[in-house]
């Protein structure tokens, strides 16, 4: 009996610990990995080394009326699948929240 009870104190510590460990800010932030890259960035890192900054393109295709071309959920496939003539796959690399923003962006250029 008073083992149990000792046990429960300790978790009770042990959470409050954890808890006072980082601020209710923390915890109420999204996906830190996303809110810390936006849309831009995250194109940059991923993309523009094959499409050009400004969506030109360079070994990869210019991306500036491919709003025009895709709806949004071929854009998401094609970001996540990849295509077979050169375009890699993105499923392992980029979370949903990501690939999201980059659909929503592409499927203004049109
Ligand atoms: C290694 C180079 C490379 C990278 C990196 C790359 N792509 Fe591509 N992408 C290509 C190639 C090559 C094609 C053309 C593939 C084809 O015609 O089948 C393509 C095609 C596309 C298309 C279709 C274009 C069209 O007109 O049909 C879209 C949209 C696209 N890429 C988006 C992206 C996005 C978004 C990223 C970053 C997450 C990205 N690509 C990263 C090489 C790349």
């Known amino acids: 009996m008073r083992k149990g009870r000792s046990f429960a104190a300790l978790l009770a510590i042990g959470c409050a610990v954890v808890l006072s460990g ?20 995250i ?19 210019d991306l500036k009326t491919v709003g025009a071309k895709y709806d949004n959920d071929q854009l998401k496939q094609l970001i996540l699948k990849g295509s077979p003539n050169g375009m890699p796959a993105f499923q392992d690399k980029l979370n949903d929240a990501q690939v999201v923003r980059l659909v929503n962006m592409l499927a203004n250029e049109k």
């Open 43 to 61: 194109y940059k890192q991923n993309c523009a080394g094959c499409h050009g900054e400004q969506l030109q393109g360079v070994s990869g295709p």
């Open 22 to 41: 980082c601020s209710l800010a923390d915890l109420c932030k999204p996906d830190p990995q996303v809110s810390m890259t936006d849309v831009h960035t």
